[in-house]
């Protein structure tokens, strides 16, 4: 779909402007800024996802980031800095069982929210809007 007809919906659901509201990937960035500078009609769907995006999305603050940097690089640290048998370094399956059920409880509970909002959340809103 061309840009210029997005509506909030679509720009929720595309990749690129999602990277654009976790500041991930710099031509994203890049991207996104120049566009609503090219669309100033765009502008109120653009806020309006981004707002809704915000409200659904766990973004940590910049001083949350460096503290769980720092916490990853120590305990990367310590494993490093131990002796480690070939007993002990290997994994057990049933730690990787739980890695990856927790990976998926949380991939089912996003889209499940994501669900929710263009579901329910979005057309309400737009329900709204139709009425007055």
Known sequence: MVHEHYTVKDFLTDDSFINYCFKTNESDITFWNE???NHPE???EFNEAKALFSSIAIQLSEDEKRKEFQKLQREIHK???RSINR???R????NIYKKIIAVVSIA?????GLWLLLNFIIPQHFNV???Y
């Open 79 to 81: 494993i490093n800095s």
């Open 87 to 89: 007993h002990q370094a």
């Open 129 to 131: 809007i139709n009425k």
């Open 108 to 112: 089912i509970f996003i889209m499940g």
């Open 91 to 94: 994994i057990k399956p049933s």
């Open 35 to 37: 566009w609503i500078e």
């Open 42 to 44: 765009k502008q109120n």
